[in-house]
């Protein structure tokens, strides 16, 4: 087991301009971190990952696992192992041959190899399938052959591609735990690659957000959910998503259609635009009862999700039509084509970034001044 | 011969285990009895037509020469084994000689053609390398060359190499064909093997001619077996450059080479040459006999998300 390091680690595609998938990633994992890089496609999550498997060069940089420089080290010298999206199992072996390949190689004695394999194939319910082929098997055991192929390794890193995305959605959140569960009693550091948040905010115990091949923040769920530090980051995590807008900026704060949101005084005084980006999660909306002023939303439809109902609608502001997610009662929802007054639960729960650059204006939550 | 080995090769051989699904018995697969009658009568003809020649052959070849062409045909004329035992026992020539020197130069063939074709279509498949891309129209542009043209060039060439009359010289010439047509063929399957599963390998801990050796020539198997039967049937069925670059000496000819013996100048004699064919057939019926399973077989099925 071992930390992993990136230290300014980039991967550049020859081209005009040439093309920086990976751009000067830093990133410090400790020995035993379950940590999710995730992101758009394209936003270089996979590079940094083949990167650190070896399969990708670093061409400026370098990555460390356990304190040593394995920059230019192949993929066999790395001592990691490597679930695969596809899977990428052998065809022409068994599962058990699967397994066990890896020990073959290191000429690991037949009896240990027997061992280990049908250890892990009894951790993950393997055992009735071991001299099966992997084309005899279901998606989701393909999937438990891919992971145990890493397991019986005893690897220092887990890397995972997207382990998760071809199998059903159930089996998905189900997996989701197991391989949580089985990384906490592993103990094995762990860095797993996902487009899926709701992936990222669940299994990391950090979570590192690309964009561009550019690392937007890396930290807990939590504080990623609460102190997104910038507007990317803000939109990207969070389901359904943050409702984020450019709006106006006067001296009373920000004004939303009907509603003026007081800002902290520090925030509008080292603010020189005209203009903010305001953020507020679907769930620090309510709608507004009586005579309360608020924005008035014409709602577009309605997912009831049970306990709750989100009411996606738009809003006239400034003269232009933006859309709003606001989360409410699943009990009495509004109806579609009425109009509602929305308000904000808290002026507190409000985020706010720069109108150009997006990034975060206000890091601490200060009591409002207005 | 060299010609529809090559079409049967080339069909059956394009990446197995993507063949069409058999039609299914059922609402949409149903035909009407008359389309059905037209489809069958039409499927005889066509395999008779395909079968009769050789089984022609098989019935002369038990005739004796003098009544192998009759104005009216019979099934059975005198027949007997006496062509198989006279050529057998030598007696038009060093009959198992030529099938050992046939079996050598094909069997060279096929091993050289392989080995060289696979890591050339894995190389070509998988790695990026200055003219790569050209050295595959390289090989398609070799493949043009009509084989009469080719002749003297290759006897200079062979001379110059001190090959000339030898059976390796010969393998070497039959490399020439079979090596870039087997290259096309087993790139096109390389590149049908996911690529996830090179780097699997590599993360197992392979390294990259582990990874060629260990996963892919095993997972490549059909497709090996389809280009080694392209590049025995080149071989062995080849007349042109065998008996334009091998010595005149009886005991080195090929079998396709001897052959000659049984056309001379003002007769032929049919029985034997028959006979002789049908012994020549064996071997290469054998050969896809091994294969043929493979021809159909995709066995990459089931790596990965399918």
């Known amino acids: 087991m071992a930390g992993v390091s990136y230290v300014k680690a980039s991967r550049v595609y020859p081209g005009n301009p040439p093309v920086r998938a990976v751009d000067q990633l830093d990133l410090e994992i400790s020995d035993g971190e379950f940590l999710v890089l995730v992101g758009p496609s394209g936003s270089g999550k996979s590079t940094a990952l083949r990167m650190l498997a070896g399969l990708e060069d670093v061409d400026e940089g370098a990555i460390h696992i356990g304190g040593t420089d394995v920059t230019h080290t192949p993929p066999k010298g790395r001592d990691i192992a490597m679930v695969f999206q596809s899977y990428a199992l052998y065809p022409h072996m068994t599962v058990g041959e699967n397994m066990g390949f890896a020990l073959k190689l290191r000429r690991v004695p037949k009896e240990t190899i027997k061992a280990k394999v049908a250890e892990a194939a009894k951790m993950l319910d393997l055992t009735p399938y071991l001299d099966r082929k992997p084309k005899a098997l279901s998606g989701g055991q393909r999937q438990r052959v891919a992971m145990g192929r890493a397991i019986v390794r005893e690897p220092a890193v887990f890397l995972m591609d997207e382990p998760l995305s071809n199998l059903d959605a159930k089996l998905r959140v189900e997996t989701r735990a197991n391989i949580a569960a089985l990384q906490a009693r592993l103990g094995t550091t762990t860095i797993y690659v996902t487009h899926d948040q709701v992936e990222a905010q669940t299994m990391g115990h950090r979570v590192a957000v690309l964009k561009d091949g550019l690392l937007q923040q890396c930290d807990t769920p939590r504080n990623l959910y609460e102190q997104p530090a910038n507007a990317f980051v803000a939109g990207f995590i969070g389901s359904p998503a943050m409702n984020l807008k450019t709006v106006a900026l006067t001296s009373e704060g920000a004004v939303l259609d009907g509603l003026t949101v007081p800002l902290p005084r520090s925030v509008v005084a080292g603010h020189d635009a005209k203009t903010i980006t305001f953020g507020v999660r679907p769930e620090s909306l309510r709608l507004a009862g009586g005579d309360e002023a608020g924005m008035k939303l014409t709602v577009d439809l309605v997912e009831e999700l049970g306990a709750d109902a989100y009411v996606y609608g738009s809003v006239d502001i400034g003269g232009t039509s933006e859309r709003f997610i606001v989360r409410t009662d699943g009990r009495t929802p509004p109806s579609i084509g009425s109009t509602v007054t929305v308000t904000l639960r808290d002026d507190n729960e409000v985020h706010l970034f720069h109108p150009e650059t997006g990034a975060r204006l206000e890091t601490t939550k200060a009591a409002p001044t207005a | 011969m060299d010609v529809t080995s090559l079409q049967t090769s080339g069909r059956t051989g394009a990446p197995a285990g993507r063949r069409p699904a058999p039609p299914r018995p059922g609402h949409r697969g149903r035909r009407s009895p008359a ?272």
Request: aromatic residues 14%.
């Open chain 2, 35 to 306: 389309a059905s009658v037209g489809l069958h009568t039409a499927l005889v003809v066509a395999s008779l037509i395909a079968v009769f020649p050789v089984f022609w052959v098989l019935v002369t070849s038990f005739k004796p020469d003098s009544r192998a062409i009759e104005a009216s045909p019979s099934l059975v004329n005198g027949s007997s084994l006496d062509n198989y035992a006279r050529i057998l026992a030598g007696e038009k020539g060093d009959f198992l000689a030529w099938f050992g020197n046939s079996l050598l130069i094909a069997g060279l063939t096929t091993v050289l053609a392989v080995m060289l074709a696979a890591s050339t279509g894995y190389a070509v498949s998988r790695f990026t390398f200055p003219g790569g891309r050209g050295l595959l129209f390289f090989f398609l542009v070799v493949q043009m060359f009509p084989f009469a043209v080719l002749i003297v060039p290759l006897y200079n060439l062979l001379l110059s190499l001190g090959l000339q009359g030898s059976a390796g010289g010969l393998v070497l010439v039959y490399c020439t064909t079979a090596v870039p047509f087997c290259t096309y063929m087993l790139k096109g399957y390389f590149d049908g093997i996911p690529r996830e599963i090179d780097e699997a390998g590599r993360m197992d801990g392979l390294s990259p001619f582990g990874v060629f050796w260990r996963l892919m020539l095993p997972l490549a198997r059909p497709g090996l077996a389809v280009t080694g039967f392209y590049a025995f049937i080149t071989a062995w069925g080849e007349v042109a450059f065998a008996s334009a670059f091998l010595s005149a000496a009886d005991e080195s000819k090929t079998l396709a080479v001897g052959l000659q013996v049984f056309v001379q100048q003002n007769r032929t004699e049919w029985g034997h040459l028959a006979a002789a064919s049908i012994l020549v057939a064996i071997p290469a019926a054998v050969v896809f006999y091994l294969v043929q399973r493979f021809l159909v077989s995709g066995l990459a099925a089931g790596s990965v998300k399918g």
